[in-house]
């Protein structure tokens, strides 16, 4: 990150630390990121930062790799491996647990899960890693 805002033409300077929660996957058709079968949907956020973070999700869990050249922000533009043919559907990050019974899974971040009445520790399939860039 710190190259591409060089290359932009900004200096920045940490002025304190936070914290990310992590983005998980949740489904109502699987009990198991590995039960994923062929040709499934995944619900993933629309906008740049949180899309390129699920898909990044996404390959951690190996089901898909992107070019590293996007570095944090990959879009499905990006993907350069999917095994298993997944589609991807990019909604309003809101919109994504009210979308779980026409997908097979969707990101979703921790805020907007419980904001829904999903538990992130007990209906999660799979958790961002706390590597996760």
Known sequence: MEAQMKDRGFALTVVGNSI???MGV???KVN????LGEGATFGIPNDPTNGGRALLVLQELGLIKVDPAARLTPNVLDITENPKDVSF???????LPRSLADLTA?????NYAIASGLNPKEESIAMESAENP
């Open 20 to 22: 990310t929660t992590p």
């Open 32 to 35: 198991d990121i590995a039960a």
């Open 89 to 95: 559907k990019e909604l309003d990050a809101a919109q």
């Open 106 to 110: 969707a990101l979703i971040n921790t």
């Open 26 to 28: 949740y489904s109502d």
